[in-house]
């Protein structure tokens, strides 16, 4: 079945960078973009930019310009999201999500990882 | 950048009851809207897109509808697993590459 599996939660101190994984499984990899959308707690959902699995393509949302990189390693069918100069406002579920190409919406997520920044 | 607004913020309401929940777009979105479904300590669960296509799965007491600007979700008789938070999605052109959107969320709790 269709799958996303996300890596382990993750505590940062305020400065660091952070890297998470999700590894697809279950679906052609490169037929589907990928999102990121956080989650801080309480909150509602945030956008934070999307991958093109097939090239490596990437668009961010402007507020993360300059400290997000969104990676994917065809190999291993998996997308990485790494964030730098972490501060105590990025303590967030950190979810991966699939789209179909050619559409907008957002079909299968994953499980979320939680990142922690705090000294 | 479009902005969704969701209303009402919180709903309360017991199972059996039909629930009426409204995104609204601050520009026109033609149909291409999304719903969600979240539990707490979940990931959230697409429900509808299109405005008013259900994804593979979803019961059919769950509907969409609308255009434009208004949308709506109607639940039509709760079922105890449908107390979540729901949230509405779009996607705009610009900035070039896309900017997806979510709508601020609408919690359906029991009265």
């Known amino acids: 079945q269709v799958q996303l599996v996300q890596s382990g939660a993750e505590v940062k101190k305020p400065g660091a960078s952070v890297k998470v994984s999700c590894k697809a499984s279950g679906y052609t990899f490169t037929n589907y973009y990928m999102h990121w959308v956080r989650q801080a707690p309480g909150q509602g959902l945030e956008w934070m930019g999307i991958?093109?699995?097939?090239?490596?393509?990437?668009s961010y949302a402007q507020k993360f310009q300059g400290r997000v990189t969104m990676t994917r390693d065809t190999s291993t069918s998996t997308v990485y999201m790494e964030l730098s100069s972490l501060r105590s406002e990025d303590t967030a579920v950190y979810y991966c999500?699939?789209?179909?190409?050619?559409?907008?919406?957002?079909?299968?997520w994953g499980k979320g990882t939680t990142v922690t920044a705090s000294s | 950048e479009i902005v969704l607004t969701q209303s009402p913020a919180t709903l309360s309401l017991s199972p059996g009851e039909r629930a009426t929940l409204s995104c609204r777009a601050s520009q026109s979105v033609s149909s291409y809207l999304a719903w969600y479904q979240q539990k707490p300590g979940q990931a959230p669960r697409l429900l509808i897109y299109d405005a008013s296509n259900r994804a593979t799965g979803i019961p059919a007491r769950f509907s969409g509808s609308g255009s434009g600007t208004d949308f709506t979700l109607t639940i039509s008789s709760l079922e105890p697993e449908d107390f979540a938070v729901y949230y509405c999605q779009q996607r705009s052109n610009w900035p070039p590459g896309g900017f997806w959107t979510f709508g601020q969320g609408t919690k359906v709790e029991i009265k």
């Open positions: 991958i093109n699995p097939s090239g490596g393509s990437t």
């Open positions: 999500a699939r789209m179909p190409k050619d559409y907008y919406y957002m079909d299968v």
